[in-house]
Antibody
Framework: EVQLVQSGAEVKKPGESLKISCKGS????????IGWVRQMPGKGLEWMGI????????RYSPSFQGQVTISADKSISTAYLQWSSLKASDTAMYYC??????????WGQGTLVTVSS | QSVLTQPPSVSGAPGQRVTISCTGS?????????VHWYQQLPGTAPKLLIY???NRPSGVPDRFSGSKSGTSASLAISGLQAEDEADYYC???????????FGGGTKLTVL
C-alpha cells in the first residue's frame, strides 16, 4: 500500500527555521517525483515545487523559488521542505504528494505550520 | 489569480447533476496537457478524483466524470449525495510557467 506520512504540526516564531518531512512507503521512492503543496487558511491549493528523490533534481514554482528549500534523502525514503527564516505568512497546511503521470495520486495527511510571535 | 479558473461555488439538491468548469489557456489545457481533478472533504487532505481528463481511480464512483475540450475542462457529478459536499480543484501543467498549476477551487454545497 502506498503511503506518505508527514511529520507533526509545528508552532514557530517569526525568524525561526523549520524542516518538515514526508516519508514514503509501499512503492519505489526513487522512481517518482514528490510534490509539495501549500494551503493557507481558508484558501486553495498552491503548487510549491517537486523533487525526484532518485537524483534530487528539484523544480520550484516561481512563487516559491528562493523562499523554501526542497530536498530528499533516498536512503530513508524521505522528502523535506524547509525554511531558513519563517514569516507569519508561512502559516499554512503543507501537503506532500506523489507525482504520477502528471497528477498527484497519493497524498500525505498534511503538516500544519503555525508561525506566530 | 489562478492560471486555471473555476467558479468559486456551485450547489445542487440531492439526486441532481452539477458541473464544475475549469478554464485555462493555450499554454496549459489548450496545449494538450491533461486535466486532473481532486476532491477535498472538510478537514482532510485532497484526494485524486479524475486523472487524464476523464479517468477514475479505483474506488471512485462512476457518478463522477470528467471531460476536456479546447482550453477548458469540466467535472460532472450526477446523483448528488450529501457526502459529495467538498472543495474540488482542477490541475494541469503550464508550459509558460514550466510547472504544474491548480485551479482556484470550487466549493460544492448539497442543498
Amino acid at each position: 500500500e502506498v503511503q506518505l506520512v508527514q511529520s507533526g504540526a509545528e508552532v514557530k516564531k517569526p525568524g525561526e527555521s523549520l524542516k518538515i518531512s514526508c516519508k514514503g512507503s509501499g512503492y519505489s521512492f526513487t522512481s517518482y517525483w514528490i510534490g509539495w503543496v501549500r494551503q493557507m487558511p481558508g484558501k486553495g491549493l498552491e503548487w510549491m515545487g517537486i523533487i525526484y528523490p532518485g537524483d534530487s533534481d528539484t523544480r520550484y514554482s516561481p512563487s516559491f523559488q528562493g523562499q523554501v528549500t526542497i530536498s530528499a534523502d533516498k536512503s530513508i525514503s524521505t522528502a523535506y521542505l524547509q525554511w531558513s527564516s519563517l514569516k507569519a505568512s508561512d502559516t499554512a497546511m503543507y501537503y506532500c504528494a506523489r507525482l504520477n503521470n502528471w497528477n498527484l495520486d497519493y497524498w500525505g495527511q498534511g503538516t500544519l505550520v503555525t508561525v506566530s510571535s | 489569480q489562478s492560471v486555471l479558473t473555476q467558479p468559486p461555488s456551485v450547489s445542487g439538491a440531492p439526486g441532481q447533476r452539477v458541473t464544475i468548469s475549469c478554464t485555462g489557456s493555450s499554454s496549459n489545457i489548450g496545449a494538450g496537457y491533461d486535466v486532473h481533478w481532486y476532491q477535498q472533504l472538510p478537514g482532510t487532505a485532497p484526494k485524486l478524483l479524475i486523472y487524464g481528463n476523464s479517468n477514475r481511480p479505483s474506488g471512485v464512483p462512476d457518478r463522477f466524470s470528467g471531460s476536456k475540450s479546447g482550453t477548458s475542462a469540466s467535472l460532472a457529478i450526477s446523483g448528488l449525495q450529501a457526502e459529495d459536499e467538498a472543495d474540488y480543484y482542477c490541475q494541469s501543467y503550464d508550459s509558460s510557467l514550466s510547472g504544474y498549476v491548480f485551479g482556484g477551487g470550487t466549493k460544492l454545497t448539497v442543498l
